[in-house]
């Protein structure tokens, strides 16, 4: 069984990351972090054939992601990455991730919202509760210290 979670620089994303390593500790599981990359500089980089930063933006991907896990309790965790790029639409090339990896529970993180916010819900979420055939774990941010 592979738990998932989508990573999301953002307190909301970071409480995502901490839930999916207590799941992925009590049940014994591999966890797994999905990351879509913007598309930005694609085609400046497919002009000149220079990767540029993508090491280093893995690296630094690393690196938030072992921080969000120290901070959480959870630094032992052992995780893996998996990133994929779009061409304009994210949610569609974070569906076909969960699908390729074969994700058996998706982690999410999202802001707490009003009641009207709520029965919205916002658009890239909706897509990925409707087109996700697995279960989806929605997180929600922590409470700010009072």
Same mark, same amino acid.
């Given at each position: ?6 990573h999301k ?37 497919a $002009?000149?054939?220079? /990767?540029g930063?993508?090491? @280093?933006?893995?690296? !630094? &991907?690393?690196g938030?992601?072992?921080? =969000? ?10 995780? $893996?990455?998996?990133? /994929?790029?779009?061409?304009? @639409?994210?949610?569609? !090339? &974070? ?5 390729? =990896?074969?994700?058996d ?16 819900l ?9 087109e996700?055939? =697995? ?12």
């Amino acid at each position: 069984m592979t738990i998932a979670v989508v990573h999301k620089d953002s307190p909301e994303g970071r409480a995502a990351i901490v839930a999916a390593a207590r799941e992925s500790a009590g049940r014994s599981e591999e966890l797994l972090v999905l990351h879509v990359l913007d598309d930005v500089n694609i085609g400046d980089t497919a $002009d000149t054939g220079d /990767t540029g930063d993508t090491e @280093d933006d893995r690296a !630094a &991907l690393r690196g938030e992601i072992q921080s =969000a896990l120290d901070a959480g309790g959870f630094s032992e965790t052992k995780w $893996d990455l998996r990133t /994929t790029e779009h061409d304009g @639409d994210p949610v569609t !090339a &974070l569906v076909n991730l969960v699908h390729g =990896a074969g994700v058996d529970l998706l982690i999410v993180g999202t802001r707490r919202m009003s009641p009207i916010g709520k029965f919205l819900l916002e658009r890239p979420l909706q897509r990925l509760l409707l087109e996700v055939e =697995a279960p989806i774990l929605v997180v929600k941010e922590p409470l700010p210290a009072e």
